[in-house]
Nanobody, 123 residues
Framework: VQLQASGGGVGQAGGSLRLSCGASTRTFTHYAVSWFRQGPGKEREFVAAISWDGETSYYLDSVKGRFRISRDNTAKTVNLQMNNLKPEDTAVYYC?????????????????WGQGTLVTVSS
């Protein structure tokens, strides 16, 4: 499975951006998908996860109420709507897929990764 992340760019504090993760094959629709991010000088951290059927989602505490993860299995995409952006959201964002639908916050539990898309939030 190849994943392609897109939608990054420069946003203003308090503004919004929408990231998308597209997959190359339909088997993607059976996998949990998460977004991770890695800020300058920081380790990669979990941001949000969604189950294969879109019924269950999890979020990093600092993005709860601001970010929303969703998926469209027909289109083979997972989106991350980011609202009320903060400068500390600045990072490279990666989507990742887990064949076992664990919705884990651990990067090592993911089998497939997208290439990353840069989000910069200006104050």
């Amino acid at each position: 499975v190849q994943l392609q992340a897109s939608g990054g760019g420069v946003g203003q504090a308090g503004g919004s951006l929408r990231l998308s993760c597209g997959a190359s094959t339909r088997t993607f629709t059976h996998y949990a998908v998460s977004w991770f991010r890695q800020g300058p000088g920081k380790e990669r951290e979990f941001v949000a996860a969604i189950s294969w059927d879109g019924e269950t989602s999890y979020y990093l505490d600092s993005v709860k109420g601001r970010f929303r993860i969703s998926r469209d299995n027909t289109a083979k995409t997972v989106n991350l709507q980011m609202n009320n952006l903060k400068p500390e959201d600045t990072a490279v964002y990666y989507c990742a897929a887990d064949r076992f639908d664990r919705r884990s916050p651990l990067p090592e539990d993911y089998d497939y990764w997208g290439q990353g898309t840069l989000v910069t939030v200006s104050s």
